[in-house]
């Protein structure tokens, strides 16, 4: 995997459209404290990262995709088992938690790439992990390093740190899952 490649083609896409990246991830942050709004507002931040991974125009209201079309079911159905079993983990061990959250990466971006339900969307990440463990671990450190340096700077940092990451994770699950940035429309089919 070329992830200075892909992590280039992430910003070059977002920093033409970084004002739209940055409103749409400040009205998911801001929207975040309400509970119920988490996990449809990550889907939507992850809707318009693929959006941008496929090159495809974006909108600031792309971040309320999580709203529509049974997308708020599956988001939560997936952010509940996310939450169960890194709780889980993490009471076990700390670095046990961390596995388990390089375990889940691919799985929002399956959600909203394929249109998976939830219990689909976590079996398919569990086995493009299994497959690409060396490739996972590294897109999870690349990911950590930059979130840190964009919490570093602020509010400001993250506003353009968050969507980078989402659209180069969007990437990276595109090229393990054999997808191509052409194929698949960003809504899926929906299965609850």
């Keep these: 995997m070329n992830y ?13 459209n970084i004002v739209t990246y940055a409103v749409a991830t400040l009205i ?5 404290i309400l509970i119920v709004t988490i996990a449809p507002l ?14 495809q125009p974006v909108e600031i209201n792309d971040v309320f995709e999580g709203f529509r079309n049974g997308n708020f079911v599956r988001s939560w159905i997936y ?9 889980i983990a993490s009471q076990i061990a ?3 938690g961390t596995i388990v959250g390089i375990v889940f990466i691919f799985g929002m971006p399956l959600l ?5 339900s939830g219990v689909d969307a976590v079996k398919e990440t569990f ?3 299994k497959a690409n463990p060396v490739e996972a671990l ?16 602020l509010i400001i940092g993250l506003l353009i740190t968050a969507p980078l990451t989402q659209i180069f994770l969007a990437k990276a699950t595109m090229e393990v899952a054999g997808e191509t940035a052409q194929s698949g429309a960003s809504s899926a089919t929906v299965v609850a």
């Design 79 to 87: 952010m509940l088992i996310y939450i169960v079993v890194v709780g």
């Design 112 to 116: 909203v790439i394929k249109g998976y």
């Design 138 to 153: 590294v897109l999870y450190i690349i990911m950590a390093v930059l979130n840190v340096i964009g919490a570093i700077a």
């Design 94 to 96: 700390s670095i046990l």
């Design 4 to 16: 200075e490649g892909l992590l280039k083609s992430a910003w070059n896409f977002q920093k033409d």
């Design 28 to 32: 998911a942050f801001v929207g975040m």
């Design 42 to 55: 990550y889907y939507g931040l992850v809707h318009i990262a693929v959006k941008g991974a496929r090159s």
């Design 127 to 129: 086995e493009l992990v």
